[in-house]
């Protein structure tokens, strides 16, 4: 919903940003219709003006689309497991009919069709969770890839990598945001390090990590972060966190106290 006045629903900004940051979160879309037929949904979108930045004349009109068929849970002919997600199905045929059928509002896009790198992905859900008719949606944003830093990714190897899932869980709970200093002192291969770098950039991140570079290579360690683009910590310092040497040389890192 785009109404931002209205306390009960969150703006599609906001919910883009939390996306991009949330391990635990796929992918956010905006509900543009929902219907029982497709001409239904196709109607609906025209009448509410959601998509009217891609029609002729419209902000975006040369913007490139494509739509997606997503059918769930009861809906999808593989009966067995009823998991949403796994048991999902996108038949061709019926994704084309469905085109077809919603073509009242397709001819008036401006742009073209893109199937791989589209502006604006459409979405049609079917057999969503607690809602009977068909959906149409519109994507705003997809979770992060957290799996760009996967251990078996990465350059350093070590025996006890934090998986990207609990180290981004672990980032967004403690809330990391803009130019927060974060210390782990504990850092091993750096798995929160590099989850923090992904979710905002401008942080100031160091690690203390008591072992040498035959077990826990830094070189590699920074390789991790330049190769993936991501910004690198301030300094990755060896030593024993719970000494007060080492400590004061990690506030030195980033000029001051840590916020995490
Ligand atoms: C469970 S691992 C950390 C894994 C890390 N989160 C990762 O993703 O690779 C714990 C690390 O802490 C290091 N360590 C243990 N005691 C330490 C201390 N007192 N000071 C600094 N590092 C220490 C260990 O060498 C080990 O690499």
Redesign the pocket.
């Known amino acids: 919903n785009n109404n931002d006045n209205d306390n009960n629903n969150i703006s599609s900004d906001l919910l883009t940003i939390a996306t991009q940051r949330c391990s635990l979160i796929r992918a956010s879309y905006e509900i543009v219709a929902e219907g029982d037929e497709y001409e239904e949904l196709a109607s609906q979108a025209i009448l509410n003006g959601s998509l009217d930045d891609f029609m002729i004349d419209g902000n975006d009109e040369n913007a490139s689309w494509r739509l997606r068929l997503r059918q769930y849970g009861s809906m999808s002919a593989n009966g067995k497991e009823k998991r949403y997600g796994k048991n999902m199905r996108s038949p061709l045929s019926q994704e084309r009919y469905a085109v077809d059928e919603m073509k009242e509002l397709f001819i008036q896009f401006g742009g073209e069709v893109n199937l791989k790198r589209p502006d604006c992905s459409l979405y049609l859900f079917e057999g969503l969770k607690g809602r009977k008719k068909k959906v149409l949606g519109r994507l705003l944003s997809k979770g992060p890839n957290t799996s760009l830093i996967a251990p078996k990714t990465r350059k350093c190897i ?1 025996n ?3 998986c990207p899932i609990a ?1 981004f869980n672990m980032c967004n709970l403690a809330r990391v945001k803009g130019d927060t200093k974060i210390l ?9 390090l590099l989850a923090a770098a992904m979710i905002s950039p401008s942080c100031k991140t160091v690690g ?4 040498h570079n035959g ?2 290579n830094r070189g590699d360690i920074i390789n991790d972060f330049t190769s993936r683009n991501l910004t690198v910590p301030a300094a990755i310092i060896r ?4 000494n007060n040497t080492i400590r004061d040389m990690a506030r030195a890192a980033v000029g001051g106290e840590f916020d995490l």
């Open positions: 070590t006890t990598p934090l180290a782990d002192p504990f850092a091993g291969s750096c798995a929160i203390i990590e008591i072992s077990i826990v030593g024993d966190s719970t």
